[in-house]
């Protein structure tokens, strides 16, 4: 069974960074895809970055540039940092396991275990 913790979420003036970690426990065939996810009331959960076991990223547009996703796999731990934080990256983040890495889409359908979430509020 794989089990996901995140933790590092908080509130940061526009501008400001965060570093979101995820601790990852379980089948090694079942988390070699790790992933990042966001959700606000209302809406769909998003899709923000992922990552395979050998470093292959993918990011979501609207955070490009801004944050970088990584992976210890020593200490089997999922990280995000989150720089130049806006209003609209607020909600609630997730981290995510799959066994298959995809390289062009970040559907949330393609991954099989979830974290609890972590609450990013960025003000004005």
């Known amino acids: 069974q794989v089990q996901l913790v995140e933790s590092g979420g908080g509130s940061v003036q526009a501008g400001g960074s965060l570093r979101l970690s995820c601790a990852v426990s379980g089948a090694t065939a079942s988390t070699s895809c790790l992933a990042w996810f966001r959700q606000t009331p209302g809406k769909e959960r998003e899709g923000v970055a992922n990552?395979?076991?050998?470093?292959?990223?993918l990011y979501a547009e609207s955070v490009r540039g801004r944050f970088t996703v990584s992976r210890d796999n020593v200490k089997n731990t999922l990280y995000l940092q989150m720089n130049n934080l806006k209003p609209d990256d607020t909600a609630r983040y997730y981290c995510?396991?799959?066994?298959?890495?995809?390289?062009?889409?970040?559907?949330?359908?393609?991954?099989?275990?979830w974290g609890q979430g972590t609450q990013v509020t960025v003000s004005t």
């Open positions: 995510a396991a799959g066994r298959r890495y995809y390289s062009n889409d970040l559907a949330p359908n393609r991954y099989s275990y």
């Open positions: 990552v395979d076991r050998y470093g292959a990223t």
